[in-house]
């Protein structure tokens, strides 16, 4: 064998070993599933939080109670039992429990819009909105699922300086999200 082609030999072993060994090591993410379809990866190191009720599936940093407020961040995933949703407002009202869209509803001034966009996919569509309130920040995507019309909500929450200290991270969660083809 010439050197090249044992130099190429070398590099595909040493590729092929690297990626064994990376297998090997603890996992970066784990996975949080709403229903049985929509999943969210979320920092494996990340723990359980239980303050949110059973049919509720929570990842973060539990409330600082002396502050009363999420100082690091926290994802929640929860899917809405029966719920369905024919259009953008409809949705904002079933994340919200009222649209915040909507300037004659009362609730809208408990809150500070920050951003807001909707998106349609080839398996989903929904809405994705930023906003603040008093002492927090949230960033929340609700998506209804094509294949069963049901609808899919995850938030993070936390502080206006812990989102800027966790964007990256929290982008990396917001963008995760996949549909699991029925079965």
Do not use: K
Not at 146 to 155: C, G, K, L, N, P
């Amino acid at each position: 064998m010439n050197l090249a082609c044992r130099a190429f030999s070398m590099a595909v072993v040493a590729l092929l070993a690297s990626t064994a060994l990376a297998a090997c090591g603890p996992p970066t993410a784990q996975t949080l599933t709403t229903g049985d379809s929509v999943e969210f990866a979320a920092p494996a190191d990340w723990d359980r939080v239980d303050d949110f009720g059973p049919d509720v599936v929570a990842v973060g940093h539990p409330i600082d109670t002396d502050l009363g407020v999420r100082t690091e961040p926290v994802v929640i995933v929860q899917s809405l039992a029966g719920s369905t949703a024919d259009s953008f407002e409809t949705l904002r009202r079933r994340t919200m429990g009222y649209d915040p869209l909507n300037p004659d509803d009362d609730l809208v001034t408990e809150i500070t819009m920050l951003g807001y966009d909707e998106f349609t996919e080839p398996r989903a569509w929904g809405v994705e909105m930023y906003f603040s309130n008093s002492n927090s920040l949230y960033r929340v995507l609700t998506l209804v699922n094509r294949a069963d019309m049901s609808v899919h909500i995850a938030t993070v929450t936390c502080t206006r300086r812990c989102f800027e200290r966790n964007l990256d991270t929290i982008e990396q969660i917001m963008s995760s999200w996949t549909i699991e083809e029925p079965r």
